[in-house]
Each structure stands twice: as structure tokens, then as C-alpha cells.
């Protein structure tokens, strides 16, 4: 069993819908939690970076962190074509230091206009 | 252009030669990491160096990689005797790492690897 798990999709949704994104976990020692957005070709970009449970807005993106039941989720409202791109959910384990980050297998969002 | 840079950004090479890629971090960032990413999977942590000390190696860097940032700041990944299953992104990404905590890792374009 893989330590973060992830639908790899592919999701298509239509213009301006919500969009919800999830990945599991398995490690209760991570403690922080990030969600990066990868276009193709090109490297992942940081969107959310949260610690430990709670709620993070900025802009069109909110994050949920819900350590109790080891699930995270990513919600974008009135999606954008723009956003078409594949959504990494990755976590960090404290202990380590904070060097040594998991990436979930990433969704593929296709969002048309 | 103040970003992580990555050279090549393609490589094509045949089985069991020796390739090198090169990273370039932020400038003011002390971590430097290299992962590693196939299609369809998430980037897999390779290793990390915190200033010019390589602190950490997961196994999946076979004898065959070896990494080196010799001055703290630029870095290289060389693999020798190139096999198919290297075929990958390798992708670089730095941080600013203060009093033992991190923060976030900005990464670079990657170099795509083929392996004919």
C-alpha cells in the first residue's frame, strides 16, 4: 500500500464548476500538507501549503486537512480552462525535518469551456 | 528569470553510456532536492543536500547515480551506464531551510530522460 493515495483520474468538468480533488494517507506522523498544480511538460508549482488540520483559502482554492480520518481534499470554485492540469496532493513528515516530501500519483482535471 | 533551472531540458541517449544534468537553485536557498518522475506517478524523493552536504539518499538511487553540489550552490546528477528504466523526469527543486524547519520547494523545469 502506497503511503498517499490518489485518484489519477482523468476528471472532466465543465466551466465555472466546483471541483473537488482528494488524496488518503496512511502515515499519522505527517504534519504538513501541500497541493501543486503541474502543467505538461513543466514542473510542479505550489498552490496550498497547510499544517496540520484545518481549513486554508486563497482565492478559488481551499484546502481541507482532516487528520482524524487521514484525508485531505483541494476544492476550486468556477473553474477556469485554465486550470486544466494535474493536481499533486504531497505531505511531509516532521520528524525527518521537513526534507523528505510524498507525492500522491497526481488527477488529471480537464475542465472545458 | 530568479527561478530553479534545469540543463538539458531533453535528453536522448543510448543504453550504457553516462549522462549528467545540471540544476541550478535560487540563489539564497540552502536545500536542493532530486526527484525522480515517470508517467502518470507522482515526483519520487531521490536525495537532498543542505548546503554542500548530501544528507540524504532514498534507495532508489542505485550505485549507478551519483550527486554532487560542490560549492552549495549548483548541483549535478550524473548516471552511469544508462538503462532503459532510467527514462524519466528528473526534476530539481530548492528551499530556504531555517533553524531545521522548511519551507516550500520550488521546483525547476525538469530534464526529461530517454533511454534508447
Known amino acids: 500500500q502506497k503511503e498517499v493515495e490518489q485518484d489519477p483520474g482523468p476528471l472532466s468538468v465543465p466551466e465555472g464548476a466546483i471541483v473537488s480533488l482528494n488524496c488518503t494517507y496512511s502515515n499519522s506522523a505527517f504534519q504538513y500538507f501541500m497541493w501543486y498544480r503541474q502543467y505538461s511538460r513543466k514542473g510542479p508549482e505550489l498552490l496550498m501549503y497547510?499544517?496540520?488540520?484545518g481549513n486554508k483559502e486563497d482565492g478559488r482554492f481551499t484546502a481541507q486537512v482532516d487528520k482524524s480520518s487521514k484525508y485531505i481534499s483541494l476544492f476550486i470554485r468556477d473553474s477556469q480552462p485554465s486550470d486544466s492540469a494535474t493536481y499533486l496532493c504531497a505531505m511531509k513528515d516532521r520528524n525527518t525535518g521537513g526534507f523528505k516530501t510524498i507525492f500522491g500519483a497526481g488527477t488529471r482535471l480537464f475542465v472545458k469551456a | 528569470d530568479t527561478g530553479v533551472s534545469q540543463d538539458p531540458r531533453h535528453k536522448i541517449t543510448k543504453r550504457g553510456q553516462n549522462v549528467t544534468f545540471r540544476c541550478d537553485p535560487i540563489s539564497e536557498h540552502n536545500r536542493l532536492y532530486w526527484y525522480r518522475q515517470t508517467l502518470g506517478q507522482g515526483p519520487e524523493f531521490l536525495t537532498y543536500f543542505q548546503n554542500e552536504a548530501q544528507l540524504e539518499k532514498s534507495r532508489l538511487l542505485s550505485d549507478r547515480f551519483s550527486a554532487e553540489r560542490p560549492k552549495g550552490s549548483f548541483s549535478t546528477l550524473e548516471i552511469q551506464r544508462t538503462e532503459q528504466g532510467d527514462s524519466a523526469m528528473y526534476l530539481c527543486?530548492?528551499?530556504?531551510?531555517?533553524?531545521?524547519?522548511?519551507?516550500?520547494?520550488?521546483f525547476g523545469p525538469g530534464t526529461r530522460l530517454t533511454v534508447l
Open positions: 497547510t499544517y496540520s488540520s
Open positions: 527543486a530548492s528551499s530556504l531551510a531555517l533553524r531545521g524547519s522548511d519551507n516550500e520547494q520550488f
